[in-house]
């Protein structure tokens, strides 16, 4: 029981830590971000382009770029929340336990 105990431990360090490090990967992508903002107002106009074609095209093309950074942090999101998920319902079924062998709510009888 105490190893199940340990992992579960391990499991919720190791999803801290990942939570870390998607907010350091969040922070440097708000600067390259909003780098990339101030380089598309100042290029992407019409102006730019011979064909109104070609900037739906390029403008498209890195739409797709930040949906796809979104989309990836969206899975990692739901895979952090699947441990935390499995973690608490861990933590729930011992509170239940110890309830129960002391005549709580959860059953016991005085």
Known sequence: MASREQAFKQMLDTAAKL??????????????????R??????????????????LTESVRMHD????VID????????MNAIMKVALEHGLEN???????FGGSTGGQL
Request: aromatic share 6%; hydrophobic share 35%; with cysteine.
């Open 95 to 101: 509170s239940d336990e110890g309830s129960m062998m």
């Open 65 to 68: 770029q930040i949906v796809e």
């Open 19 to 36: 939570q870390w490090n998607v907010s350091m990967i969040l922070e440097a992508k708000a600067v390259e971000a909003e780098k990339v």
């Open 72 to 79: 990836g942090l969206t899975k990692l999101g739901r895979g």
């Open 38 to 55: 101030n380089w598309i107002c100042n290029h992407v106009s019409s102006d730019a382009y011979s064909e109104q074609h070609q900037q």
